[in-house]
Structure formats: C-alpha cells, structure tokens
Nanobody
Framework: VQLQASGGGLVQVGGSMRLSCVAS?????????MGWFRQAPGKEREFVAL????????AYTDSVRGRFTIAIDDAKNTVSLQMNSLQSEDTAVYYC?????????????????WGQGTQVTVSS
C-alpha cells in the first residue's frame, strides 16, 4: 500500500487546516486502519487520530479530541484530518499511516504503511 499525503502549511493560532491521504496499490478491505501521527522537533512520534475502514471505530489523542475530525472516504481510498482551533502545540510533521487489521493501535510501531510527512506550522 502506498500512501500519499497532501495539505499542511502555515496557519495562525485558532485557524483551521485539512490534511488528506490517498491509499493506492491494492484493494482496501474492511479490516484496515488508517490514521494520522505527528512528530514535533525533539519529540517522539505520537498518534493523533485513527479510524477503521468501516467507520465503526475511531480514536483521538486527548489533546485533539473535539478539535480534530478524522474521516474516511472509501470510494476515493482517502483519509482526511480536519483540524480546527489549531494551537501552537499542534505544530509538527504529520504522517498518514495504515495497517491491516481491526484494532486501533496507538503505537506507530504497529503501522507498516506510511506516507511522506507534511509540515503543519501554527503561528501565534
């Protein structure tokens, strides 16, 4: 599976931004997880949001719950991340990731498929 991310850039505190990631390379079946991780300078990569392909399971890290929304468009093989009320602490390189299976593992080690990172910078 190849993942191609888009979006990112510079936004002011309180602003919004949308990231998208397209999966290609093979047919996606229902037991598939897609999501977003991020890595700030000097910090470990952390999970941001995960969603099962069938939409039955979703998880957010505490710091973004209520501000970020993850969605999957299975017709387009796309996962998106709508980010609202952005804060300076959200500044990081964001990565889309995917794995086969049905469990939403928060550890990046469980995800074999990765897109290229996209920089999100929130300025005050």
């Amino acid at each position: 599976v190849q993942l191609q991310a888009s979006g990112g850039g510079l936004v002011q505190v309180g602003g919004s931004m949308r990231l998208s990631c397209v999966a290609s390379g093979r047919r996606i079946f229902s037991d598939f997880i897609m999501g977003w991780f991020r890595q700030a300078p000097g910090k470990e990569r952390e999970f941001v949001a995960l969603r099962s392909w069938n939409g039955r399971r979703t998880a957010y890290t505490d710091s973004v719950r209520g501000r970020f929304t993850i969605a999957i468009d299975d017709a387009k093989n796309t996962v998106s991340l709508q980010m609202n009320s952005l804060q300076s602490e959200d500044t990081a390189v964001y990565y889309c990731a995917a794995r086969d299976g049905s469990r939403l593992y928060p550890s990046s080690n469980e995800y074999p498929y990765w897109g290229q990172g996209t920089q999100v910078t929130v300025s005050s």
